[in-house]
């Protein structure tokens, strides 16, 4: 019986430890105008909550927006180019990724986040990855996103204003646009 109370006991505190460890929370989303980025909770891969796009440091940031996870694919493409363009101009540009995923249990909440966490291994890039499990419909509405299929590229000024936005996989083409709206 002792054996019994003791397992219970053990089972409970690994319980409320495992539990207490999924401090990757969900994020009500608070719009303005239609011209700004939602304002979203998240946490990055290092752990550290982030409320973006108030988070923003640098003149600009270059955010793309993925919904699956075969669309990391999508995202390298155009980060080959972010990439440059960011370590060309450290002090004015910067670089977000925000995998968007519907709000779900704490416990599939923490996997996901430990999975994404074990497949970046730069510190640099786990700051830049805020993964966000929001009201998607909203979200979605107000950055007049209708297809969860594809990739989203934002450029935002330091408030979160919408300077420029494309979608989809990258070509040369869209990356000139783009590049056209960055202050170098």
Known sequence: ?????????????LLLLFISSCSVGTSEVKTSSKDYFPIVGGLDLQGNEQTFPNCLEKDQTICVVAY???QQEWVDEWYVEIEKVVNGNPKTLSYYEIPTISKLSAPVRWWIHRGMRGGITSEKMRSQVITIHIDKESFNK?????????????????DGKIIYRDKGRFSDEKWLKLANYLEQ
Do not use: C, G, P, T
């Open 142 to 158: 107000h950055l007049e996103i209708n297809d969860e299929e594809i990739v989203y590229i934002f450029i935002l000024d330091n």
């Open 1 to 13: 019986m002792k054996k019994r109370i003791i397992a219970s006991f053990i089972s409970f505190a």
């Open 68 to 70: 699956q996870r075969w």
